[in-house]
Structures are given as C-alpha cells and as structure tokens.
C-alpha cells in the first residue's frame, strides 16, 4: 500500500482524500457532515487527515496525549480529548461531544523507532490499546473503523522469545 491510500473493509484502495471526501456519503448528520474521531492525530498521518476532514468542515474530534502538542490553528475547529494510550479503555461518551460519531481513525502507537521497536511490552500495550480503541468506538456507536498499521506489527515477531 502507498502512503495516502487505506484499506477499508470492503477491500477496495482509495485515496485519503476521497475517504475523506465521500464523507457526504458517510455522514449522517448533516447533508455534508461527518463525525471522525482520530488518535494520533498530532503525528505525520494524523495530522494530514485531521487537516483534510477539517478542510471539507467535518466534525472533528481528536484524542491526544498532550493537549499542547495540538496545533494552534485546529483550536477552533477540532474538539479536544486528552488521554495517554494507555487509558482509552476508561474514556466514556461523556468525554466527547456527540453520543455517536461515523468514523474513528486509529493512527496512535507508541515506540515507533529506536529501540522501543523491540520492546515486547511496549509493543503489546499498543495491541491492547488498539483494542481498547475498537471498544470506545463501538461505545460511540462509529459505523467504521480504521486502523493504520505498519511493519511493526511483523517486525516485532523477530524479537519474541522462541520455543525449543
């Protein structure tokens, strides 16, 4: 898969920008609307999608770690949730605007380079909150879910302890 595009669960390629632009189809409160929450938003692909949903004036909500780290010019058009990784599993509706959203863009994960790559912990605290991101999207009623991965997920194997 090429930087820009994602797989969504009717297996077809498509571009960022026409996911992010078929949110007329996909929104259900407004003729032009759509409700996206994004984790990872303050990293490379968060923020190129937190700026496309916001340049077709979707409702946007993003969860970081540090509220600080949000740039200046998303403050008066992104709700705000501050939360660590790890404490996804303890965010409830009433930590958010809507009751219900449309999308829920999963992009955060921790120990990315260096050597938190080969950390098996760190490594399965990002699974368990990839988890805990599916559980708060069901929670807020998300019609979709999209999870970017990387080779993360195969590099880690080469360091996981062997039998025999």
Not at 48 to 70: G, M, P, Q
Not at 71 to 83: G, M
Not at 131 to 141: F, H, M, V
């Given at each position: ?42 990293g490379f692909v968060g923020q190129w999608l ?14 970081v770690r540090d509220e600080k780290k949000v ?18 599993g303890n965010l409830e509706k009433a930590d ?69």
């Amino acid at each position: 898969m090429d930087s820009g595009s994602v797989w969504i669960p009717s297996e077809k390629r498509i571009s960022w920008k026409c996911y992010v632009n078929q949110g007329r189809r996909l929104g259900r409160y407004g003729e032009n609307n759509m409700r996206a929450i994004v984790t990872g938003a303050t990293g490379f692909v968060g923020q190129w999608l937190v700026r496309e949903l916001c340049a077709n004036n979707h409702d946007v909500t993003v969860i970081v770690r540090d509220e600080k780290k949000v740039p200046a010019e998303w403050r008066n058009s992104v709700e705000i949730v501050e939360s660590a990784l790890e404490d996804y599993g303890n965010l409830e509706k009433a930590d958010f605007k809507y009751e219900s959203y449309d999308v829920f863009f999963h992009f955060a994960w921790a120990g990315t380079s260096g050597q938190d790559r080969s950390n098996y912990d760190m490594q399965l605290r990002n699974v368990f909150a990839a988890c805990e991101s599916i559980n708060l999207a069901k929670r807020l009623l998300c019609r979709r879910f999209l999870n970017a991965g990387s080779l993360m997920e195969y590099d880690v194997m080469k360091y996981l302890p062997q039998d025999g």
